[in-house]
């Protein structure tokens, strides 16, 4: 599509105050829908009147393309200037056609397959008139109560960083004026995911080191791929919320960054302000929100019952509400909505393309790469020929897989782990036993007695447990993270009577799984999934694929540890002791190691991989030069496999306390039964640098530790010196 020249500079200069305001204010569709009604219930709450409504610039949260238009023909007719309105909405992990949730994801450390997921989101919310998604969501995170760590590529900052640039990329391709892409907002900034406690909301207080080294990296890595918009998060950040939050917002992404894109508001924050106790009143906080930058107030009463009125009284100056309403206008005119107000969009599109084969097939690829083996010993792959298989537990005929931020998905769409087993292997016998509930608060054992007999009569088990897709997620933090419910009892009940047997789990965060590992013969986590979940877990456990995914976030061995993250920084007093032995007097816990049950980086394969050498082509470097390091990987099996190689350094000695292993490069490969590949890295200066006490991002000349392997497992190493 040629590139528009609409003139936004003379649209400009044609509105008036209110229409202008109204640029700024985004409401939920169902506000918009019929103006002329009495303006009652949440529309009197917020303040917006009949005549604001009709100048709105934006709006979120629809089902289809038919609902968009229907809302965009409407408003464009009330419009007095017929500004078309933008339609954004959480496109997180796919939009009909549902991928594994970002977690998840982040598992299967390969950029490639996350571009191929988001492409086919873009693809599908662009035909269903989306034009902008609030994504990527990128907040670090290191504690698994938190149920919005679903929503994340884990606890590493190199991981988050790729994801979320590949998924700006993905997005927006080159242009957005293209019917096939769309504008992505980086969210939330900055440092959602250091919630107290992991509560939703909760305060975070972190120190501007932490900050810079590990939080704010990924949203900086979108920025730089060209993502169109941030999103400031809900929480205070140091005693000050992020939308209020000078130094975060004017100091950092717009100095420092040189952000100058739009800043959207979450959903109510800047009502929220009044009850952080920041604001006196929604003028009071529309004016803090606007000084600080925010451009877009996303449903709340500030913006629409305010800022016509602190214009008018010289508070806020007309020249800056000029300059929030070019943005948004020139993103307008970025994605040709003067020339196409639905930006490509049909119901044509949206029905050809949504769960189309070939999307199916993208979803199935992406469930089978993320899904993570978290133990086996031996029991997985089951053979094909078992004729006799017992699928028991509540997720056993379950299609509330597709995890929660799933857009316009359906349960009903997603294909369950029963449904998957039958359509590879048509002719075996299978029998469903859900056994039980998985709510934390139903304690019904009723169905053990149907699964117990299931499982002693089948020649296999699958039993698949976790928790509800609700119970991650927006709002849903969780104090307790083992299975909820009756389900380890029922886990101990089946497995005392059949021994072929493998747990498969869905799950939107790291859960505690030290009992299921000390008495299942084998593991696999599916996440969720999304709309192809149960043909991918019936593939990987009856060995059609081969699990190459690693876990992200560690997996805590009691929730006692949390948080617990692999790149923690090294303590005066390291305990030296076995894992399960207490050490007085260092730092250590009574009764629970310190090391995590899964930690960041691991994940079985059904191929044999060995890790050879670890070889580096100096053992000296300065700021102009670079060590190359090679890794070789061998493959003992029979099956050809896929294999995430994994580079960690260790600073020795710095003027900081530094991790104890931090994660630099990473790739995945394909390595053949029997074969050998070799994997190149490069180790630049940059890398080796931190933030001083000073919080300058310096590196210091001293002895390093460069290791191939997995968190807690580093299985090579080799020194280095930067000179
Ligand atoms: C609130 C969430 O925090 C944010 O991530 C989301 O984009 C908005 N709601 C809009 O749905």
């Not at 339609?87 to 397959?113: C, K, N, Q, W």
């Not at 800047?270 to 877009?296: P, Y």
Request: with cysteine; net charge negative.
């Amino acid at each position: 599509m040629a590139k528009s020249n609409f003139d936004i500079n003379k649209l400009l200069s044609q509105m008036t105050l209110e229409e202008k305001v109204g640029q700024l204010i985004q409401l939920n569709s169902m506000f918009i829908g019929e103006t002329t009604a009495d303006i009652t219930g949440p529309k009197e709450q917020l303040g917006v009147s009949d005549s604001m409504l009709a100048k709105i610039g934006s709006t979120l949260n629809f089902h289809s393309f038919a609902e968009v238009k229907a809302l965009q023909d409407g408003h464009m007719e009330k419009d007095r200037l017929g500004i078309p309105l933008l339609f954004m909405m959480d496109v997180i992990h796919g939009y009909r056609t549902i991928f594994p949730i970002p977690l998840a994801l982040g598992a299967s450390f390969d950029p490639e397959l996350v571009k191929d997921c988001t492409r086919m989101a873009a693809k599908e919310a662009s035909a269903g008139g989306i034009h902008v998604t609030f994504t990527p969501m990128v907040d670090y995170v290191r504690d698994a109560r938190w149920g919005r760590v679903m929503e994340t590529c884990g606890e590493d900052p190199l991981v988050n960083s790729v994801m979320g640039a590949a998924q700006v990329e993905a997005f927006q391709g080159d242009d957005i004026s293209d019917p096939e892409n769309i504008a992505t907002c980086v969210k939330h900034f900055a440092a959602y995911g250091g919630a107290e406690a992991g509560r939703d909301y909760n305060t975070v207080e972190l120190s501007e080191r932490l900050l810079r080294e590990c939080y704010f990296p990924a949203y900086k890595a979108c920025l730089d791929a060209g993502a169109n918009m941030v999103m400031p998060s809900f929480n205070s950040l140091n005693g000050v919320p992020s939308i209020a939050n000078k130094w975060l917002i004017q100091d950092v992404l717009k100095g420092e960054w040189g952000f100058d894109g739009i800043i959207i508001s979450d959903y109510n924050a800047i009502g929220e302000l009044l009850k952080h106790g920041i604001a006196q009143n929604a003028k009071d906080a529309a004016l803090m929100a606007f000084e600080n930058g925010c451009d877009i107030d996303m449903m709340s009463a500030g913006y629409c019952s305010s800022l016509c009125q602190l214009v008018e009284e010289g508070k806020v100056s007309e020249k800056k509400i000029d300059e929030a309403v070019l943005k948004v206008l020139e993103l307008k005119r970025e994605l040709g909505l003067f020339e196409d107000p639905y930006h490509g969009g049909s119901t044509e599109k949206e029905e050809a393309l949504c769960l189309c084969p070939e999307h199916r097939a993208i979803a199935l690829r992406a469930a089978e790469e993320c899904a993570v083996l978290l133990k086996n010993n031996g029991t997985l792959p089951f053979s094909k020929d078992i004729k006799n298989i017992a699928i028991i537990g509540p997720f056993a005929d379950s299609n509330a897989i597709k995890g929660f931020w799933a857009c316009n998905g359906l349960d009903k769409e997603c294909v369950s782990v029963a449904e998957g087993v039958k359509n590879l292997l048509p002719d075996a016998k299978i029998t469903v036993a859900a056994g039980c509930s998985a709510e934390w608060n139903v304690c019904d054992k009723d169905g053990f007695a149907e699964a117990v007999e299931a499982a002693r009569n089948a020649d296999a088990v699958i039993l698949c447990l976790g928790e509800p897709q609700n119970y991650s997620g927006e709002g849903n933090s969780r104090a307790d993270l083992g299975l909820p419910g009756e389900q380890m009892a029922l886990a101990r009940e089946v497995l005392a009577v059949n021994k072929n047997a493998a747990a498969v789990l869905f799950n939107g965060r790291p859960l505690v799984l030290t009992e299921l590992d000390e008495i299942a013969p084998a593991i696999l986590d599916m996440f969720f999934p999304g709309s192809e979940g149960g043909n991918a877990a019936a593939r990987l456990l009856f060995g059609e694929a081969n699990p190459s995914g690693k876990v992200t976030m560690s997996f805590p061995k009691s929730v006692g540890q949390c948080p617990i993250y692999y790149n923690h920084p090294s303590t005066g007093r390291p305990k030296a002791r076995p894992e399960n032995v207490h050490q007085p007097y260092a730092s250590s816990y009574i009764g629970c190691g310190n090391k995590a049950l899964y930690p960041f980086g691991h994940g079985l394969s059904y191929s044999d991989f060995s890790y050879e050498s670890l070889e580096l082509d100096t053992d000296r470097m300065s700021a102009d030069s670079e060590i190359n390091v090679r890794v070789t990987v061998k493959n003992n099996g029979d099956r050809a496999g896929k294999e995430v190689v994994q580079l960690y350094m260790r600073d020795l000695c710095a003027s900081a306390v530094r991790p104890v292993q931090s994660l630099i490069a990473f790739k995945k490969v394909d390595i053949g039964a029997g074969e050998t590949v070799t994997v190149d890295f490069t180790i630049t200066e940059e890398m080796l640098r931190f933030y001083n006490f000073r919080c300058e991002f310096i590196s210091e000349p001293g002895d390093f530790e460069v290791s191939a392997g997995y968190a807690d497992n580093l299985i090579l190493t080799k020194k280095f010196t930067l000179e």
